[in-house]
């Protein structure tokens, strides 16, 4: 027996009958040779691991810019704090973990350089050319735009993980969803599970690169509920150690606080619904992965909180304006003169229309390479 047979069994064995299991797969859009070692979502994980998109990720914005510091979070670092949330949810709930990491490790693949202010910038200027959503742009990157074999385009990963990324936020509707990836359908539990720990880990990383970057102090945050519950947590165990540690501490409690009421919650609508089977999920009328109401409220406060001190800060408004400039300098001049663009860029996408072609262009470059990029173009002093 090959290690994947024997990882299937073991997957029926040890996770719930509700989890998304490898065996049962609806395959890939090209049919390949099962590996030998690997269950079909632990390669795809692996694949998008090796991907250049993914490496990318290491100098693409959260929410400050690449020269700002180098101990703030990139869009890499925030992807693999969420999949360590990802996986412990996941475990917790008797769920597969290859699948829900094969997922995080893609879901924000398709981001612009410079964060969500390169993304709303990119989509005023695709408007007229059929649009631009990061969810749609990770699903175009596995499908076409990465290119490290020889014998198809994209990674060639299964159903369930591109699915999962085109619907993994709490928004996505039927309509923005390919015919082949069953838009009438809710997404596996694993794949629901992914926006709310995105969101558990994008709060709590921003609260502490705000307070690193001075942005807004300690004392501010008494202002938020769920932060007051997790610093009465750290001061009933640690009221003895320095700020700076009980900061750290504070966080990682609000991040178990939002955790273990999301396991809560899921878990009673799971017991409430009568959910048996992956199919009683996909069939249910909304999602199961859920807060508590009273936890959604002050997830909202916490989230307004860090809108209004952080996000509408000053200094990061000005980032975003100088990234958006950046960013519709070079496609406007893109447009202008296709030309501009490397030839073995151009030759690649032969037959796509040439603004989603720039928009691909401008989408996978690093903050670094807008950067140096819209310099070269725009400064007579910079050799091109």
Not at 97 to 120: K, M, N, Q, R, S
Not at 247 to 252: G, Y
Request: glycine fraction near 4%; include cysteine.
């Amino acid at each position: 027996m090959d290690f994947a047979t024997h990882r299937n069994e073991i997957e029926h064995q040890i996770l719930a009958p509700y989890a998304c299991f490898a065996s049962s797969t609806r395959g890939r859009q090209i049919e390949e040779t099962p590996s030998t070692n690997r269950t079909c979502f632990q390669r795809d994980r692996d694949r998008v691991l090796h991907s250049t998109a993914f490496r990318r990720m290491e100098y693409k914005t959260q929410v400050f810019v690449n020269h700002e510091g180098d101990h703030y979070r990139t869009r890499l670092t925030h992807t693999l704090e969420v999949a360590q949330i990802a996986r412990t949810v996941s475990r917790m709930l008797r769920l597969n973990e290859d699948y829900t990491e094969a997922l995080v490790l893609a879901h924000d693949l398709g981001h612009t350089p410079f964060g969500h202010a390169g993304e709303i910038e990119m989509g005023q200027l695709m408007q007229e050319y059929g649009g631009f959503e990061h969810n749609r742009q990770s699903l175009r990157i596995i499908d076409s735009l990465e290119h490290p074999y020889p014998h198809f385009a994209g990674l060639n990963l299964s159903f369930e993980v591109r699915e999962g990324i085109i619907k993994h936020s709490a928004h996505w509707q039927a309509k923005n969803v390919p015919n082949d990836l069953a838009p009438a359908e809710q997404p596996a539990l694993e794949a629901q599970l992914i926006d709310f720990v995105d969101e558990i880990a994008y709060n709590n990383h921003d609260i502490d690169d705000g307070l690193s970057s001075g942005l807004f102090h300690f004392e501010q945050l008494n202002e938020v509920q769920l932060w007051q519950e997790a610093k009465q947590r750290v001061s009933d165990q640690f009221n003895h150690f320095s700020d700076k540690a009980r900061k750290r501490m504070t966080i990682s409690a609000l991040i178990s606080i939002l955790v273990e009421d999301l396991l809560a919650t899921t878990t009673d609508n799971i017991q409430q619904q009568g959910i048996a089977t992956l199919q009683d999920i996909r069939q249910n009328g909304k999602p199961i992965a859920s807060y508590s109401e009273s936890v959604t409220q002050k997830n909202r406060e916490l989230k307004s909180f860090l809108r209004e001190n952080l996000y509408d800060h000053y200094r990061v408004i000005r980032m975003e304006v100088k990234a958006r400039r950046i960013i519709r300098d070079l496609f406007k001049t893109y447009l202008n003169r296709p030309q501009q663009l490397p030839k073995k860029f151009l030759d690649r996408h032969q037959g796509e229309e040439i603004p989603r072609i720039i928009c691909d262009y401008i989408a996978g470059m690093t903050d670094r390479y807008a950067t140096e990029e819209h310099l070269k173009l725009f400064d007579p002093a910079v050799r091109v």
